[in-house]
C-alpha cells in the first residue's frame, strides 16, 4: 500500500510559476512509475505528465511540453512538477497516481493504469 500527499498548490496569476510536490510512504518508491493528472471544474481528468521509476524517461501532455518539468528523488520519496508560464486553463486539481511496475521501466499516462492516487492539490491560475 502506499500513500501520495500532494503539496504545492495555491493561487498564482497568470506567467508565474508553482512547483507541486508529491510525497509517498513506503520502503518501495523507486519500484513505482509516477504520474500527474488534473481535473478542472466540470471536465474529466487528464493527463499531464509521467516519469519512468528510474527518472530516466518522461512523457508530457501536449499542452504541457516546454512549460512543465516532472522530476523525482528517488532517496525522498517525492515526486515533483515544475509548472512554469502558467494560464488561467491550467486552473485545476492535481492529482499525484502510482503504478507499481516492478523492474519495468515504462511511464504510464492513462488514469486506469494507475494503482494509487493522492487526494489532490487545488491550482489557481488568475488572469
Known amino acids: 500500500q502506499v500513500q501520495l500527499v500532494e503539496s504545492g498548490g495555491g493561487l498564482v496569476q497568470a506567467g508565474g510559476s508553482l512547483r507541486l510536490s508529491c510525497a509517498a510512504s513506503?520502503?518501495?518508491?523507486?519500484?513505482?512509475?509516477m504520474a500527474w493528472f488534473r481535473q478542472a471544474a466540470g471536465k474529466e481528468r487528464s493527463f499531464v505528465a509521467a516519469?519512468?521509476?528510474?527518472?530516466?524517461?518522461?512523457n508530457y501532455a501536449d499542452s504541457e511540453k516546454g512549460r512543465f518539468t516532472i522530476s523525482r528523488d528517488n532517496a525522498k520519496n517525492t515526486v515533483f512538477l515544475q509548472m512554469n508560464s502558467l494560464n488561467p486553463e491550467d486552473t485545476a486539481v492535481y492529482y499525484c497516481?502510482?503504478?507499481?511496475?516492478?523492474?519495468?521501466?515504462?511511464?504510464?499516462?492513462?488514469?486506469?493504469?494507475?494503482?494509487?492516487w493522492g487526494k489532490g492539490t487545488l491550482v489557481t491560475v488568475s488572469s
Open positions: 497516481a502510482a503504478r507499481n511496475t516492478g523492474v519495468a521501466n515504462g511511464v504510464y499516462t492513462t488514469g486506469g493504469g494507475m494503482d494509487y
Open positions: 513506503g520502503r518501495t518508491f523507486s519500484t513505482y512509475a
Open positions: 516519469i519512468s521509476r528510474s527518472g530516466r524517461i518522461t
